[in-house]
């Protein structure tokens, strides 16, 4: 696969049609599929699987550097901007390799009106250390990793009804293991592969969980 920033999986010549948000835009609900697991290189976000069931799975996951944005109805608008960063628009006129999965974090709206606070982020890669300070607007570049998820996958356009059938599933699914959500105001949703293939897309839905007794 080229590392050619060119070449990203979400960089694609039909950036003027406007990107389906997942929790906007309706599609065939998809049946969750465990064992259809996600395709990584050494770029993607670095994880273990501590613990792998009929319905999800444990990852710890290490440390690494992202680029962020924020969003509010059009997903294209965060995307713009990581493309941005990417592709050279920080201190040091850096390009970044194509990276999988693209995530989409949410959190519930502080109005309690079912609405969303949202960002999206990319993996800056393998090894990346110091990463410059962007010059594009609206994105930043920030620490992840270092914690405990569980995931559970899917294919398809996740709609709203569908990630928050997942979203609840996955939440009763680690209760009864023992387990309890470190965030219950929050979920992510990572997505694999271009945005406008025909092809079915791998969703996965993150819950940040935490071991009995943990703080």
Request: charge should be neutral; glycine fraction near 8%; include cysteine.
């Amino acid at each position: 696969r080229s590392l050619n920033p060119r070449h990203h999986p979400w960089r694609t010549t039909r950036m003027r049609v406007r990107a389906p948000d997942p929790l906007s835009e309706p599609a065939t609900p998809p049946e969750a599929r465990q064992d259809d697991a996600a395709k990584t290189d050494h770029h993607s976000p670095p994880y273990q699987v501590a613990q792998r069931g009929a319905l999800y799975e444990l990852r710890i996951y290490g440390g690494y550097y992202v680029t962020r944005a924020g969003y509010a109805k059009n997903r294209e608008h965060g995307l713009a901007a990581l493309m941005g960063y990417v592709e050279g628009g920080n201190e040091e006129a850096k390009t970044f390799p194509a990276t999988q999965p693209l995530v989409m974090r949410y959190k519930d709206s502080e109005e309690n009106d079912g609405g969303f606070t949202k960002t999206m982020e990319l993996s800056l890669g393998a090894n990346v250390v110091n990463p410059p300070a962007p010059t594009t607007l609206n994105v930043c570049v920030a620490a992840a990793g270092g914690e405990l998820l569980a995931v559970i996958g899917f294919e398809g356009i996740a709609t709203p009804e569908m990630a928050m059938k997942y979203r609840e599933l996955l939440t009763r699914a680690v209760e009864t293991d023992g387990l309890s959500v470190a965030t219950p105001n929050e979920f992510r949703l990572a997505t694999y592969g271009q945005l406008y293939s025909l092809k079915p897309r791998l969703n996965e839905l993150m819950l940040k969980v935490k071991l009995p007794g943990g703080a």
